[in-house]
């Protein structure tokens, strides 16, 4: 009984030692965030940079709106000037249709500021 406590404690120790209590954070919110994902994946892929219904969302963040080579992009999209910097990603999930009217992407609706910080801690280890 005692040797299976010192070895969880040392466990424990080591464990801390490695990951610093920000990265846990950080990567619990990204977990939590793929989660909230599954609303996305039905149109864009995480496995690949391959496009599908959506284009790859693979370095999406401070990339240039409509900037991936073999997507066809609306219009609307094309002209919008955006870089997907967080507070634009956030309001992209939150009413993409608001931010740039005419896009194709059908609309979504993440109004939860938690889900949004799980969401783009989740997109930035693409
Ligand atoms: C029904 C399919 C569909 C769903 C669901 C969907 N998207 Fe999209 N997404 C698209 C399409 C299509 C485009 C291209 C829009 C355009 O050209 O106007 C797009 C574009 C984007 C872009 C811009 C990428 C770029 O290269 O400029 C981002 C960011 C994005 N989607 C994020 C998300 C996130 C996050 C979710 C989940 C909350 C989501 N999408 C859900 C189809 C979808």
């Given at each position: 009984?005692?040797?299976?406590?010192?070895?969880?404690?040392?466990?424990?120790?080591?464990?801390?030692?490695?990951?610093?209590?920000?990265?846990?954070?950080?990567?619990?919110?990204?977990?939590a965030g793929a989660d909230v994902f599954k609303r996305c994946?039905?149109?864009?892929?995480?496995?690949?940079?391959?496009?599908?219904?959506?284009?790859?969302?693979?370095?999406?963040?401070?990339?240039?709106?409509?900037?991936?080579?073999?997507?066809?992009?609306?219009?609307?999209?094309?002209?919008?000037?955006?870089?997907?910097?967080?507070?634009?990603?956030?309001?992209?999930v939150?009413?993409?249709?608001?931010?740039?009217?005419?896009?194709?992407?059908?609309?979504?609706?993440i109004?939860d500021?938690a889900e949004q910080d799980y969401l783009i801690?989740f997109?930035?280890?693409?």
């Open positions: 009984m005692k040797k299976v406590m010192v070895k969880l404690l040392s466990a424990a120790a080591l464990a801390g030692m490695m990951v610093s209590p920000v990265q846990a954070d950080e990567a619990a919110m990204a977990a994946e039905a149109c864009h892929s995480v496995d690949s940079s391959k496009n599908a219904f959506g284009p790859s969302l693979i370095g999406v963040v401070g990339r240039q709106a409509a900037s991936l080579p073999r997507f066809s992009y609306s219009e609307a999209l094309q002209k919008s000037g955006i870089t997907w910097t967080e507070d634009n990603l956030r309001q992209w939150a009413d993409n249709t608001k931010l740039v009217p005419g896009t194709r992407m059908r609309h979504v609706a109004t500021t801690a997109l930035k280890t693409l």
